[in-house]
């Protein structure tokens, strides 16, 4: 006789496995614009395998949006992706979806985040791996190095230089095990090369899979000569900086018209004589400035902040941390943007 408890049993059991052989995907979205990005996705990939989905700002939330609707996503990484006040909402309700549908998610990441968003990630079960302390690629590297090679440390130590922070306590001691300068090199050819292929999302996949199999920015093919056209293209612009730049009470800015605007912001922070540089360049395509902005190590004021309040309410987006910070703001409110945040730099 057939034993109806056995058979029901195997069924479900039965029932277990095809749920768990359908999702069986692994995906990081990561920051596409910056070495700590691209260094904290490779480290994923590393570590976990699975497929990479690189972001910018503007794309975020449809990017995610689209994971909602697949079938086969298991487990999900972000990584270095900061939150403003006109998307942290939508965030968490796109993450409880991904949670509903039984994904698990960790969230990795630099930026300030409003508490009441941290309480919200933390009630549906996201794993946060969150120091406004460290960069993001550190943090990968701290939270996982058991599962990575010895020589993610040194990647790690690259994307520290490159975001502002290898004076920071895990990242100054991880750049103490390498040369300064070997680091110095690597982490800014890695940075150009970056910057210079940012309208080719497949060359920046090709990026994570190479930094992923632990070789050195140096062995990319080309990569020196990235570095040499993108070093050439920025100090073309010291000499325009001088000539264009506009000085407000408080702040130096200046538009970009065929560069990147974050290089740019540092040229005129240095050369205004004031605490804030902001450099800022049109995106016609989406009506859009795209607005990077810098401190000196005397502003004593948390420009992220500022310019996430600001930008919201000007109908924008924007954030970071307390020196290094962007935004996005709708082109006619740009002169309003300026004028406005020269006013709260008092």
């Not at 095990?177 to 497949?202: F, N, P, S």
Request: proline fraction near 1%; glycine fraction near 6%.
């Amino acid at each position: 006789m057939l034993d109806i408890f056995s058979l029901n049993e195997g069924c479900k059991n039965h029932k277990v496995m095809t749920i768990s052989a359908k999702r069986s995907k692994v995906i990081c979205v990561s920051h596409m614009e910056d070495a700590d990005g691209i260094s904290s996705a490779a480290l994923i990939k590393q570590a976990f395998g699975g497929d990479t989905v690189l972001a910018d700002y503007p794309s975020l939330m449809s990017d995610l949006d689209k994971l909602t609707r697949d079938e086969k996503l298991k487990t999900l990484y972000i990584c270095d992706l900061g939150l403003s006040k006109k998307n942290q909402d939508e965030f968490v309700d796109i993450l409880n979806t991904l949670r509903k549908n039984h994904v698990s998610i960790t969230y990795v990441d630099h930026h300030d985040i409003d508490k009441r968003i941290l309480t919200k990630l933390q009630k549906i079960k996201v794993k946060l791996i969150h120091d406004v302390k460290e960069c993001t690629t550190v943090q990968v590297y701290d939270a996982f190095k058991s599962k990575l090679s010895d020589h993610a440390a040194f990647t790690a130590a690259c994307a520290a230089i490159t975001d502002y922070m290898e004076d920071r306590p895990k990242g100054s001691k991880l750049l103490q095990i390498y040369d300064r300068q070997l680091a110095l090199l690597e982490a800014t050819v890695l940075t150009y090369t970056i910057v210079g292929h940012q309208k080719d999302t497949d060359y920046l996949i090709y990026l994570v899979d190479v930094l992923s199999e632990s070789k050195y920015p140096h062995e990319i093919p080309n990569s020196f000569e990235f570095a040499r056209i993108q070093a050439e293209k920025l100090s073309a612009w010291i000499k325009i900086v001088k000539e264009d730049m506009k000085i407000m009470k408080n702040l130096g800015h200046m538009e970009v018209l065929n560069s990147g605007a974050s290089g740019v912001a540092n040229f005129v922070l240095g050369m205004s004589g004031k605490d804030v540089g902001v450099a800022y360049k049109l995106r016609k395509e989406h009506g859009i400035y795209a607005v990077s902005v810098r401190g000196s190590k005397s502003c004593k004021l948390h420009l992220g902040k500022i310019v996430n309040n600001l930008s919201t309410e000007l109908g924008g987006s924007g954030g970071g941390h307390d020196k290094a910070c962007g935004a996005i703001i709708p082109k006619a409110k740009m002169k309003k943007f300026l004028t406005q945040f020269n006013a709260k730099l008092k």
